[in-house]
Every structure is written in C-alpha cells, then in structure tokens.
C-alpha cells in the first residue's frame, strides 16, 4: 500500500483509507462523517496529516480546505494486503489461504462455480502438457 509497501496502519488509519477509497476523493469532514465511531475533527485532520506522511495519501486545495486522494489504486494496494497477509500468516501459501476461507463457510454453487473459473483462468498452461 505505502511506497515501500510496507502495512504501517493502525485500525482507525485503515478506516480511513477505507472512507477515502470509498469516496475517491475526500475532505476531512467527508472523512469524519464516513468513519464508524468518529475522533474529533482535529485528530481526523492529524491522521489525514500522518497518512499523507506515510505516503498512503497525497492533497489537493479546493479554496480554502484539501481534499485527499490515495495515491495507489485501490487494486494495488489490495493486492499488496494480499501479500503481506500471505506471507505473514500462511508462509507465502495461497493454498493455505484458500483453505482457511472456504473452510469458514459454505459455498454455494454460483459462488463455487466462479471459483472454478478463477482456478481455471489461473491455471499454468504448461501443467496441462
């Protein structure tokens, strides 16, 4: 997620992003309506500070307030979650991963079929051989 792609966020940073993500583009007040169990003002406006800081968020000026926006794609920085998830708690194994989600619940057969084509799509054509 950060430029160095390290995962420096503490829970109330995370919700953020997420409200900031959500929005796409987000002022300080946006953010603070957004977040569940809201801080004071100033102390969203210091996180928006630390997360742009930190590199997760950049600033425009409109008028007089700043509007932040993410300065990754929402697809990357998942994807880099991802992998610091896998590597962290299943040793790099997406197996592993797997097994523990579809082992929480049920799958029904619309969702078990696009599991199936993902699981197809992904497949190493030189296996087949």
Same mark, same amino acid.
């Given at each position: 997620m950060s430029p160095s792609g390290s995962m420096d966020l503490?829970?109330?940073? $995370?919700?953020?992003?997420?409200?900031?993500?959500?929005?796409? $583009?987000?002022?300080a007040a946006e953010v603070?309506?957004?977040?569940?169990?809201?801080? *004071?003002?100033?102390?969203? $406006?210091?996180?928006?500070?630390?997360?742009?800081?930190?590199?997760?968020?950049r600033h425009e000026q409109d008028g007089p307030r700043y509007v932040y926006l993410p300065t990754t794609a929402r697809s990357d920085a998942r994807r880099s979650a991802l992998a610091h998830l896998l590597h962290t708690?299943?040793?790099? *194994?997406?197996? *592993?991963?797997?097994?523990?989600?579809?082992?929480?619940?049920?799958?029904?057969?619309?969702?078990?079929? $696009?599991?199936?084509?993902?699981l197809e799509q992904a497949r190493d054509p030189e296996t087949d051989a």
């Open positions: 503490g829970r109330r940073e $995370r919700q953020i992003m997420d409200v900031v993500y959500r929005l796409e $583009r987000a002022t603070l309506a957004g977040l569940p169990d809201p801080p *004071s003002y100033s102390a969203v $406006r210091g996180m928006l500070r630390l997360l742009e800081d930190k590199g997760y968020l708690f299943f040793d790099g *194994s997406r197996e *592993s991963a797997l097994a523990a989600l579809l082992d929480d619940a049920p799958v029904d057969d619309a969702e078990y079929a $696009r599991l199936k084509a993902l």
